[in-house]
């Protein structure tokens, strides 16, 4: 009986010190850890546990990123005795799955062969792909070799983990900005993977919750912009005009920008973002993985009809050309205004685009008339006479000279009554200025698809793939995107911004940029819709 009682209380003792280290886990959640969790939270959630996963080995991640560092320069230095042209064409052709492996694979190829492989990529790179695949076969070659070369390295590094980690590391590849942010980031990476660790579904249940309540919160701020548009016919003319001198800065012809979509086609529009490995062109003063087409920066379509179909924010690319440059300012002022109105509304959105606008502001804050950031009806003006003003004074490169716009209103106080009469005493609140986003916008398109022929991406031929044992180290991917880019892109932008504020970049690129082209605004036909896409 004794003994009976005395194995039952060590039993007892056993249980409760296994529950008070199972307790133990579960640590104290700090403001950062939270807001670390919760920047991934928009992400699909089988994209999310692969970046928990990946958070658990920030070794990796220094040693891929510095694998990708050293790739990505290897590149740039062999196309660089090459034209700006050309050097675009290569890195397009490195965004798609195998191709350039496919093109160089058993010797240089016959048009025919080459159109064959092409059977399985869509429309919009077989120019460029039957061009260089005949006429670039040496440049080609030599691209697939260092692709064989770091896909070597990269397995190498991974070996020693366990296969799960290797395929997640494996996947990632697949998402170049989720892998820049983790290392930009290290800190918070460390601290995420710290608490997944842990306690992976504790992590997993509340960064659902809080994809949950984004998702309402994205949805009812979604509407509001559209309500924005659909209320206010000066910021939609000024959206169509805006949008449209944005495509032809591109280098769109004014019939692509004019050509009517339907809801389906949008949806399914695939996006290939440019190879991790190689990084993309080297011009462009900001990252910039996801060519996607002119309509996603503009968050709008033009329908059948020529009505405008909103389906989303405009992008981070198109806020920040639009605040970059004070012609813009002059020209759409309306559109100026319902971002100042929709970004500093109750619920402002958490994405590098409410970043660029309040630095916007901030940095102006001195000549802008008090109340500018609530529904001020002299905002418009304020905002056209300040873009005239700086236009008045802007060097050929596009800067400002402060001194000389301080000279310009001094002496014409009339002509900018709606600004603020003592710029020196600024009428703004002064707030926490985030990282600088505003660059000068250098983007070059990304390929114009020929709307005549099929998007369909059909499934590869058997007698065209190359088999394992002739390329061991090619990655083996289809030539489909694995991800729904256009679902992703919303959650890399919360997932920037809210790191960038919590922690700058440990090592941001800086590129110097190409002059830019400057084009005329055209119009845009057609009566508001509310669209109902998705986003």
């Not at 529009?269 to 990084?279: C, I, L, Q, R």
């Amino acid at each position: 009986m004794k003994i009976l009682i005395y194995s039952v209380a060590l039993l007892s003792i056993i249980i409760t010190r296994a529950n008070a280290q199972q307790v133990s886990t579960h640590t104290p959640w700090t403001k950062e850890d939270s807001a670390a969790i919760n920047a991934l939270a928009l992400y699909p959630d089988s994209v999310r546990r692969e970046i928990f996963t990946a958070c658990e080995y920030p070794a990796i991640i220094e040693n891929v990123a510095s694998l990708q560092k050293n790739s990505s320069t290897a590149f740039a230095d062999m196309v660089s005795s090459y034209s700006k042209t050309k050097q675009e064409d290569v890195w397009n052709l490195s965004r798609y799955p195998n191709l350039i492996s496919r093109l160089v694979e058993g010797g240089k190829k016959s048009k025919e062969d080459i159109e064959t492989i092409l059977n399985d990529y869509p429309a919009e790179i077989h120019d460029v792909a039957l061009k260089y695949g005949r006429d670039e076969y040496d440049l080609l070659k030599k691209v697939d070799d260092l692709q064989i070369n770091t896909n070597q390295q990269f397995n190498d590094a991974i070996a020693s983990y366990p296969p799960d980690v290797q395929k997640t590391f494996t996947d990632l590849l697949q998402l170049p900005e989720v892998m820049n942010l983790l290392n930009d980031h290290l800190a918070l990476s460390v601290r995420v993977g710290d608490k997944y660790k842990r306690d992976p579904e504790w992590v997993m249940h509340k960064s659902d919750s809080t994809a949950a309540a984004e998702a309402k919160i994205n949805a009812q701020q979604l509407q509001d912009w559209k309500q924005t548009l659909q209320q206010d016919s000066g910021a939609q003319n000024d959206m169509k005009a805006a949008a449209n001198e944005y495509a032809t800065d591109n280098g769109y012809k004014q019939s692509d920008v004019d050509a009517p979509m339907d809801s389906n086609q949008v949806d399914n529009t695939a996006v290939y973002p440019y190879s991790y490995w190689f990084g993309y062109p080297t011009w462009y003063p900001y990252a910039y993985w996801y060519p996607y087409p002119y309509w996603y920066d503009w968050g709008f379509y033009y329908g059948p009809y020529g009505n405008l179909v909103v389906f989303g924010f405009p992008s981070f690319y198109f806020t920040n050309w639009y605040f970059c440059y004070p012609h813009h300012w002059n020209r759409y002022p309306y559109l100026g205004s319902a971002y100042i109105y929709h970004y500093y509304g109750a619920n402002r959105l958490n994405t590098m685009s409410r970043q660029v606008v309040h630095n916007w502001v901030h940095a102006n804050k001195s000549y802008l008339p008090a109340g500018f950031t609530r529904n001020d009806a002299t905002r418009v003006a304020a905002i056209r006479q300040y873009g005239e003003l700086n236009q008045k004074v802007a060097n050929k490169d596009g800067t400002i000279n402060p001194q000389a716009r301080d000279a310009a209103f001094t002496k014409n106080p009339s002509k900018y009554s709606a600004l603020n009469s003592h710029p020196q005493q600024a009428a703004i609140p002064d707030e926490k200025q985030g990282a600088d986003v505003r660059v000068p916008f250098t983007r070059q398109p990304a390929i114009v698809p020929k709307r005549a022929q099929s998007q369909r991406i059909q499934q590869p031929r058997t007698q065209s793939q190359p088999s394992a044992a002739q390329q061991p180290q090619r990655a083996q991917q289809s030539t489909q995107p694995k991800y729904n880019y256009n679902n992703i892109q919303r959650a890399q932008s919360y997932h920037s911004n809210s790191w960038q504020q919590a922690e700058p970049a440990r090592a941001a690129p800086q590129y110097s940029a190409p002059a830019r082209s400057s084009a005329p605004s055209g119009g845009g036909g057609g009566s508001f819709h509310d669209g109902g896409g998705k986003r």
